[in-house]
């Protein structure tokens, strides 16, 4: 079916894919993969029945298992969508079980840890080629999930030292047809971009959530009725899942906290500008942030919309 999506191909990426972890974003894969006829077979693994039963009912799979081990036998790629904690227990689970020649990737918010954590439990002859689709929202679950998700999104590949080009290739392959751009860099340099540009915001967004929910307790203001638009997309983002964003600061401890010590620097600067009545540096250092969010816009990775373009113009075709 022709849509936004573009057409679906008419000979499968790969004969049988095994998706676990049937959430936000391993239900957007399978929804694609479905709709463009990336795969043959699309097996969908979760360790929730709730998940699994309502993976069923959407019908956006054609096999539903609980196990992984068993789950993943002849699949020719298999993809982990579990929170970046649970990746060394499932490669564990599934790695007598993967076929020789096949590919294993991932959607981690963190590459270097996964890497670490992935790489031991695979046999001889398995690829892995880390995958991170740098688009989300903050809802989970098989229902959250929609096929636009990764269209005009980066996915950044982080494949290790090693890996056979042609298993980079068609990792690559499979995430263009998302719809995605692909981009390749080093595991590390990954976890230190995304530690400024995604897990430090959400941190700033979690700590100051928190502190106008802990003064309306204790003065009894009235911060969250009255709530401004710049409170209201802080909310949002600290909204995201809990398990989620535990495993990537525990997981990317070492760039987090780098980018941290950077971000108290430019506050104490701050800081001191309003302590001196410095008007011409906040308006110089506020004129250099708005410029920012005009080049994301214009690169398309924004929209100028209030909702700030989460679910981007498709969101009504999502299913
Ligand atoms: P999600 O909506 O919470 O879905 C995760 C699913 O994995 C849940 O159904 C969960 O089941 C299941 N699961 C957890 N442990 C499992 C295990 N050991 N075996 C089988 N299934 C398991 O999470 P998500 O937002 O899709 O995130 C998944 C991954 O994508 C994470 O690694 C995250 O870093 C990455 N990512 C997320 C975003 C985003 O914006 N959300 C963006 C890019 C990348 P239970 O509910 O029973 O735990």
Do not use: Y
């Amino acid at each position: 079916m022709p849509d936004s999506l573009g057409p679906a191909l008419e000979t499968p990426l790969f004969e049988r894919i095994a998706i676990i972890g049937l959430g936000l974003i391993g239900s957007s894969i399978a929804r694609v993969a479905r709709r463009k006829n990336l795969a043959g077979t699309i097996v969908a693994i979760d360790q929730s029945l709730q998940v699994r039963s309502r993976v069923a009912e959407l019908g956006i799979a054609d096999e539903v298992a609980a196990s992984a081990g068993d789950g993943v036998r002849n699949a020719d790629l298999v993809i982990l969508c579990v929170p970046v904690g649970a990746n060394a227990s499932v490669a564990k689970e599934i790695g007598a079980s993967l076929k020789p020649g096949s590919i294993v990737s991932d959607v981690g918010s963190v590459k270097a840890s996964v890497v670490a954590n992935v790489v031991p439990h695979l046999p001889e002859g398995v690829s892995f080629v880390p995958a991170h689709p740098v688009a989300g929202t903050e809802f989970s679950g098989p229902d959250a999930g929609f096929a636009t998700l990764f269209k005009n999104r980066w996915c950044i590949l982080t494949p290790p030292d090693g890996t056979p080009p042609d298993a980079i290739a068609r990792v690559r392959e499979f995430w263009a047809a998302m719809g995605s751009n692909v981009e390749i860099m080093t595991p590390t340099h990954h976890d230190l971009v995304l530690g400024i540009t995604s897990h430090l915001p959400h941190l700033i967004a979690f700590n100051i959530v928190g502190t106008a929910a802990a003064l309306e307790e204790g003065t009894k203001s009235e911060v969250i009725k009255f709530s401004a638009g710049g409170f209201r997309d802080f909310t949002r983002i600290a909204a995201s899942d809990p398990t989620m964003w535990r495993d990537v600061f525990l997981h990317n401890k070492e760039a987090v906290l780098e980018m941290l010590d950077r971000f108290n620097a430019d506050l104490n600067a701050l800081v001191k500008m309003i302590k001196e009545g410095d008007g011409p540096g906040l308006h110089d250092r506020f004129s250099r942030t708005r410029a920012i969010r005009r080049s994301i816009i214009e690169q398309g990775q924004e929209t100028a919309t209030a909702d700030f373009g989460r679910l981007g113009p498709d969101a009504t075709a999502s299913q």
